[in-house]
């Protein structure tokens, strides 16, 4: 073990292709009967997924299919008008949950949904360096405006980020920097968690305790869902491996006669139109001819198995399963 200030980290860093499970006594007569559901944040979902609150991932739409579904989201904050999205899925009596920044424009929307009674279920306060004090000051602005919200707060990739953001009052911590296919800050700065988001998860868990945190980015396979949560992880936002369906925002394009849909970083110069201090880039990826609850319904029978190889009946167990 390798001491770093007053934390205990892991010397050796991993990602979840370097991770084996380790198999219990089954005690289920069917994988069907493994519960995947979660409660978070006070509220019950299906599975412990979040789809990446990314302009190429979610829209309005997709946000009302998930949430009459069951499926716990958060929309993105880009180009979109979150008051009449607030009035929208308040009218349809659902889940409501979405993404703020740090700059005026977001004080000014919190500001309004106070002053309309729009209060959020779920606010996800979504920067690149979450260990900053804008993060710090737009937390102390919503608590000392007393809102009730739900607050997810991040991202950071460290346990000192982590932390602080607790010390805050964030109610749940967002990990990871750097490790989605469509972000390019490491290989532009060299900091993050590419490469090594497993074991980040596991450090990071070791000082969050009983906050719970969303392991974001570096989820390529249905099986990194569940090997997130047995390091520590609540829950996993996921971004391409989410993207390119027939429900997927995203123009649809042909290349050398595939169709293909676009995917793109939320610090991409496609999504901020800047020239400039870019840390993302537009991918185009395979296009899926079914629609993302298809795929989270496999998804959730994924997991439903890998409970039953953890030798539990449902989430519970993951926090027992041993790891190599």
Known sequence: MLFCIKYIMVKRKFDFEE?????????????????????FGGNKFKLPIVPANMQSIIDENIAIKLAENGYFYILHRFDIDIVKF???MKSLNLITSISIGVNEDSYKLIEELIEKELIPDYITIDIAHGHSIKLKNMIVFLKNKNIKSFIIAGNVCTQEGCADLIDWGADCIKIGIGPGSACTTWPTTGFGSRNCQASTIYNCTIVTGQTP?????????????????????TMCMIGGMLSGFKDSPGHLVEVDGKKKKEFWGSASQFQSGKTNRIEGKKLLVDYKDISILDKLIYIEECIQSAISYSGGTDLKSFKKTNFI
């Open 213 to 233: 945190v969303i392991c974001d980015g570096g989820i390529k396979v249905p099986a990194d869902i569940s090997k997130a949560i047995v390091l520590g992880a």
């Open 86 to 88: 607030m009035y929208k």
């Open 19 to 39: 991770v084996n499970l380790v198999p219990k006594l089954c005690v289920v007569n069917s994988r069907s009967e493994c519960d995947t559901s979660i409660v």
